[in-house]
């Protein structure tokens, strides 16, 4: 069961994601470079939540699991943006707030690098601080149904049942925060998630985060410490994503699969004999195809167009 999100640590020292970690987890992961900070606390993260009791086929494939991204591999479009749209539909934060938001993440799709991600570790998540972990995981459970329940791939959920069905573990990784990550993965019947994690103290969030984004290189360091926690043969697992920046995560496990991948990734892929799954079809795809740096335009538009609205 995952852990009271408010639960305390009870001397002042940070909380894990919402979820009161050992001191010596967090002195460990302290003591790491950000990305692979990032990737134990994740882990750390995700070994504390457990497994949920809504996953419905029982693991007997105890040392192969399967590891999926969520933005445009699982889900149809960024999380984080339906998250955020959904905050700011209840006035969770002013519209500078918003704004900047929609802006930092604009700078992070034009860079598209694991070197733009350490400028934004400190202000990704500082539109919920000060607020308590358990309001924004009910409003994520209330903002999946409404703006992401509907826009989850068939098809890469069908590859996803199709590794439970075989008795296997299936995780989100994901750069989403790890509670939101949880809410999609127990929604969607699986196993757990990893996702970056967010300091809290006294169930309330810092503003900060703990390491960095979790994205390129701390991906595959969390599903590294996964697998040793979890006594995963990383050679027999899958990883799933759509994305050039998730490579050190597909080139982690012994069968990596690029879903609707973006050119460089699709690239790669080719290059290294990895399979491709495109579920995207005519104008669809070419619409979700779009560089990064113009969907994120696109979004951060769409954001403050609908905030300039709902103020008039």
Not at 108 to 118: M, T
Not at 129 to 151: H, K, N, Q, S, T
Not at 219 to 230: G, N, T
Not at 249 to 274: C, F, I
């Amino acid at each position: 069961m995952v852990a009271q999100p408010d639960a305390e640590v009870g001397d002042g020292r940070p909380e894990v994601a919402g979820i009161a970690e050992s001191h010596a987890v967090i002195d460990r992961v302290t003591a790491l470079d950000p990305a692979r900070r990032a990737g134990e606390a994740a882990a750390a993260a995700a070994v504390a939540a457990g497994t949920e009791p809504d996953v419905e086929a029982p693991t007997t494939d105890l040392t192969a699991a399967a590891f999926f991204d969520v933005d445009n591999t699982m889900m149809v479009g960024a999380s984080i943006f339906h998250f955020a749209r959904g905050l700011a539909a209840r006035k969770f934060f002013t519209t500078s707030d918003l704004l900047g938001f929609a802006w930092d993440q604009v700078k992070f799709r034009v860079g598209g690098r694991e070197s733009d991600v350490s400028g934004h570790r400190d202000t990704a998540l500082s539109f919920v601080a000060g607020r308590p972990v358990a309001e924004v995981v009910a409003l994520g459970e209330e903002i999946y149904d409404e703006l992401m329940a509907d826009r989850i791939w068939s098809g890469t959920r069908a590859l996803a049942q199709m590794h439970l069905d075989a008795g296997q573990r299936v995780w989100l990784v994901t750069a989403t925060p790890v509670e939101l990550a949880l809410i999609i993965a127990r929604r969607l019947g699986l196993t757990g998630a990893l996702g970056t994690v967010a300091e809290s103290v006294d169930g309330h969030y810092t503003g900060r985060l703990v390491g960095e984004i979790l994205h390129g290189p701390a991906k595959a360091h969390a599903i590294r410490a996964l697998a040793v926690a979890e006594g995963l043969d990383l050679r027999r697992c899958s990883a799933y994503s759509d994305s050039v920046n998730d490579v050190p995560m597909l080139s982690a496990v012994g069968t990596a699969v690029a879903v609707n991948p973006d050119s460089e990734l699709r690239d790669t892929a080719k290059q290294r004999g990895w399979q491709i799954r495109d579920f995207r079809t005519g104008r669809k795809a070419a619409r979700i195809g779009v560089p990064s740096v113009l969907g994120a335009g696109v979004v951060a538009g769409a954001i403050a167009a609908g905030v300039a609205y709902r103020k008039r």
